[in-house]
């Protein structure tokens, strides 16, 4: 079973940047999709970005687009979420999940890291 853990939430100001990562142990992470899900108080948990285990496949919701980069580091068994221009609506708990494929649309959730917080105050 992998194990993903989440590191890089926190509190930052309307405007600001936040690099969220998902550390995960295993010997599978180069050959499946990754992606990063949010849920917000009283909200359902939505996703957020995905990337293919190559790397070369994307997805962001809409809200993100231009904002937030998924990216991954198959050296490291790492994918990072980079968020810019962060905004009060994009405060929950963001978690890691590693796909059961190697890249789907929607993305297959398999296992998922305990999350971390992302709070922006206005």
């Known amino acids: 079973q992998v194990q993903l853990v989440e590191s890089g939430g926190g509190l930052v100001q309307s405007g600001g940047s936040l690099r969220l990562s998902c550390a995960a142990s295993g010997s599978f992470f180069s050959v499946k999709g990754m992606g990063w899900y949010r849920q917000a108080p009283g909200k359902q948990r939505e996703l957020v970005a995905s990337i293919s285990a190559s790397g070369g496949n994307t997805y962001y919701t809409a809200s993100v687009k231009g904002r937030f980069t998924i990216s991954r580091d198959n050296d490291k068994n790492t994918v990072y979420l980079q968020m810019n221009s962060l905004q009060p609506e994009d405060t929950a708990v963001y978690y890691c999940?590693?796909?059961?494929?190697?890249?789907?649309?929607?993305?297959?959730?398999?296992?998922w890291g305990q999350g971390t917080q992302v709070t922006v105050s206005s």
């Open positions: 999940t590693q796909s059961t494929a190697t890249w789907s649309l929607p993305l297959k959730p398999g296992s």
